[in-house]
């Protein structure tokens, strides 16, 4: 795999043959190129290849938020970013709540969020 284009859905082998980092680069390259402004391009690309990741292991709750997203109306991209943020709020609540769940109850407090997520409360920036 030598590109990254978050409208297609990668082949997911050749997505999990990369190294993490390679992955990485390819999600920041296809920012760069598209001249998206980003606070922090590498940040951002983490969080989109550990989508990616997620989609591509075939994990169900997320493949079911992508179609789920897609259907009601948003981007492959804006979908990924969506995913995203519930990552994003799953391990900011992890980090500040210093919880000591086992992971189990982390794994389905990530899920509930990521089954909750709709296009519109991602438009309206809730959790």
């Known amino acids: 795999m030598e590109t990254y ?5 990668p082949e997911s082998e050749s997505w999990l043959d990369l190294d993490e980092q ?5 999600i920041e390259t296809w920012h760069r190129v598209a ?6 391009v590498t940040a951002h690309a983490a969080l989109h290849a550990i989508v990616e990741n997620q989609i591509a292991i075939d994990l169900e709750p997320v493949v079911r938020a992508m179609d789920r997203l897609r259907k009601e109306g948003l981007t492959r991209h ?5 995913i995203g943020s519930a990552v994003a709020e799953h391990l900011f609540g992890m980090l500040k709540a210093n919880q000591n ?3 189990a109850v982390s794994q389905a407090r990530y899920y509930a969020a990521v089954e909750r ?11």
């Open 101 to 103: 769940d086992d992971a």
């Open 5 to 9: 284009n978050p409208e297609r859905v």
């Open 117 to 127: 997520l709709t296009a519109v409360s991602w438009r309206r920036g809730e959790p």
């Open 78 to 82: 804006d979908a990924i970013h969506a």
């Open 35 to 40: 001249r998206i402004k980003l606070p922090n």
């Open 22 to 26: 390679e992955r990485i680069l390819l």
